[in-house]
């Protein structure tokens, strides 16, 4: 199979991703008949531009942990973070919690929180004489990622009276009523992780090779995997 070159998929995304965002006005309850100027430019406009942000960083940290992990049926959530993210949702939205920090909501504030703490204890347990092999971070991000989707099934299970509300979260949803908001919220992370990833490429391309002739490439593996780590 031949490769398609960079710039071609580029000169075919850009216009396929335009008429995706196009597409999405149509989708709704309202009729395009019906729709007005606050329901296109509030509503569904956001939530079309809303998609690309998101999708483009699962994409963005799914390569990451791909280089990172030499494996190419990695997924952003190989190291534990979507169980840390869904506790830590799950948890605030059981207990009711309504503050919002940055501009995010509770749940979306402690789900990102849930996915550092999360990555954090994988990237600890799987420390070897001060040395974080990559198999090893993969066992350990799984054994938190299966006890913390645990720990969710046992909170929904005790509150069953909010478990539609936990399940609406844990299914995800770009129905917000504020998108314009969320959209300024996911567009810096986006910028500031696909940017750090974009900084040590070479070196990410370089690990694939393998750790130790990496290190003779001349480049640091234990800083480069925390770095990618933290940016996935």
């Known amino acids: 199979m031949r490769r398609i070159p960079s710039g071609?998929?580029?000169?075919?995304?850009?216009?396929?991703?335009?008429g995706a965002v196009a597409l999405s006005l149509l989708a709704g309850d309202t009729r395009l008949e019906d729709l007005t100027r606050q329901i296109v430019l509030e509503y569904r406009l956001p939530r079309g531009v809303l998609a690309f942000p998101v999708g483009a960083s699962l994409g963005a940290s799914g390569v990451?942990?791909?280089?990172?992990?030499?494996?190419?049926?990695?997924?952003?959530?190989?190291?534990?973070?979507?169980g840390g993210a869904a506790l830590g949702a799950v948890g605030t939205i059981l207990l009711g919690l309504n503050a919002s920090v940055l501009g995010m909501a509770p749940a979306t504030g402690a789900a990102f929180l849930g996915a550092l703490v999360a990555a954090f204890l994988a990237w600890?347990?799987?420390?070897?004489?001060?040395r974080v092999p990559v198999t090893t971070l993969l066992l350990a991000?799984?054994?938190?990622?299966?006890?913390?989707?645990?720990?969710?099934?046992?909170?929904?299970?005790?509150?069953?009276?909010?478990?539609?509300?936990?399940?609406?979260?844990?299914m995800g949803s770009m129905a917000h009523p504020d998108?314009?908001?969320?959209?300024?919220?996911?567009?810096?992370?986006?910028?500031?992780?696909?940017?750090?990833?974009?900084?040590?490429?070479?070196d990410l391309n370089l690990l694939i090779l393998g750790e130790e002739p990496a290190q003779q490439l001349g480049v640091e593996t234990e800083r480069l995997k925390l770095v990618l780590l933290g940016a996935g």
Not at 64 to 82: E, H, I, M, T
Not at 179 to 202: E, F, H, I
């Open 141 to 170: 991000g799984s054994a938190i990622g299966a006890f913390a989707g645990a720990l969710v099934s046992l909170l929904i299970l005790f509150h069953a009276p909010q478990w539609s509300e936990v399940m609406a979260w844990l």
């Open 124 to 130: 600890n347990l799987a420390r070897v004489g001060g």
């Open 8 to 18: 071609l998929a580029v000169l075919i995304l850009i216009p396929a991703a335009a």
């Open 179 to 202: 998108p314009w908001a969320r959209v300024k919220v996911v567009l810096p992370c986006l910028v500031l992780s696909a940017g750090a990833m974009a900084v040590y490429a070479r």
């Open 64 to 82: 990451c942990f791909q280089g990172l992990f030499r494996n190419a049926l990695a997924d952003p959530y190989v190291v534990g973070v979507s």
